[in-house]
């Protein structure tokens, strides 16, 4: 193969012909053709691509496909689409969303895992067909993943996160939430060997214990943003009564809550102060609790003004180490 422009071989240029080129081909280099069309989305490539005969080869090449968001065709997308994306995009494609994907399995990811080993992001929200297999299959070829999103993916276990702990040490966000199998065990697998994790998004993991974030406080000092919506209030009040467990080895913490918006969330944290709050609601909106208040505890929550805050989901504490 000839030299390379750009990524595309210098024999592919010379491929076209006189009779092939429009009068824009003949005005243009194809390289800054192939620089024009890496600005472009998906669906204009596409049409690109049934142009003439040079732009099919020019659209259609890996370079042009280094991030791809497939959301609006959530319907449409089956797992043989996401093989043959892999085998066109290969090694040039860093981000890829699948989100909302429905017909998409752990067959497909395994061939896109094998052909696109240097992916960085990848959002698998809603692909409820994805079990422990993918995670292995990313584990084994994908070493350079950097943000995971496997919200909802309730197949999802324990040996996923153990699974990513051994093959993606670069790990920095991780999307967890609704993934109701996971335990503390699998959290500490995967802290344990992912040091560089700065985003952490539990959200929903009911079977999360105290433990679980005793690996975060010890094993993620990069971490900024924690999400711990309708995490149990005995996990709450592991952070409420043992504040220094977590914060010292965590000083600029944010807890957020996506479901409403990034306008909600939460101011960042640093000692001496720890705040937590999930799920804002109207009411303490209106009217937030002022700093210093301690949420008393859940034996007594019934006669508390603050029971409509634990409806809600909203829990607000405000403790000064050097008080403690």
């Known amino acids: 193969m000839g030299k390379e422009v750009n990524g595309v071989s210098r024999s592919r240029f010379e491929m076209f012909t006189n009779s092939d080129e429009a009068v824009i081909n003949k005005k243009l280099p194809k390289e800054l053709l192939l620089r024009i069309f890496s600005f472009l989305d998906v669906v204009t490539l596409c049409r690109c691509a049934q142009v003439s005969r040079s732009w ?5 090449d890996g370079s042009n496909w280094q991030r791809i968001d497939l959301f609006d065709f959530q319907r449409d997308i089956e797992g043989r689409v996401v093989e043959n994306i892999s085998k066109r995009c290969g090694g040039f494609l860093r981000k890829l969303s699948l989100r909302g994907c429905l017909g998409v399995g752990d067959s497909a990811l395994r061939t896109f895992s094998q052909n696109c080993r240097n992916i960085e992001l990848l959002s698998l929200n809603g692909c409820t067909k994805i079990t422990d297999s993918t995670c292995n299959s990313l ?93 149990s209030l005995f996990l709450i009040s592991h952070l409420r009564n043992s504040p220094s467990r977590l914060v010292p080895a965590v000083p600029p913490l944010c807890y ?13 944290l640093s000692p001496p102060a720890v705040s937590v709050c999930v799920g804002l609601c109207q009411h303490h909106r209106r009217h937030p609790p002022r700093p210093g208040t301690e949420l008393p505890p859940p034996q007594n929550i019934r006669s508390s003004p603050l029971l409509p805050a634990y409806r809600c989901g909203f829990y607000y504490i405000s403790k000064e180490l050097s008080r403690a």
């Open 256 to 268: 957020t809550d996506h479901r409403r918006g990034p306008h909600h969330n939460l101011q960042r």
């Open 56 to 60: 099919n080869v020019l659209a259609l």
């Open 139 to 231: 584990s084994k070829f994908c070493p350079k993943l950097k943000h995971l999103d496997l919200s909802s993916c309730t197949s999802i276990t324990n040996l996923s996160l153990k699974a990513l702990s051994e093959g993606c040490p670069l790990l920095e966000q991780l999307n967890i939430s609704w993934c109701d199998q996971v335990t503390k065990d699998g959290v500490q697998a995967l802290v344990r060997s992912c040091p560089g994790i700065k985003g952490l998004f539990l959200k929903g993991c009911t079977q999360l214990e105290d433990e679980a974030l005793k690996h975060i406080g010890a094993h993620c000092p990069e971490l900024v943003t924690l999400n711990l919506q309708t995490c």
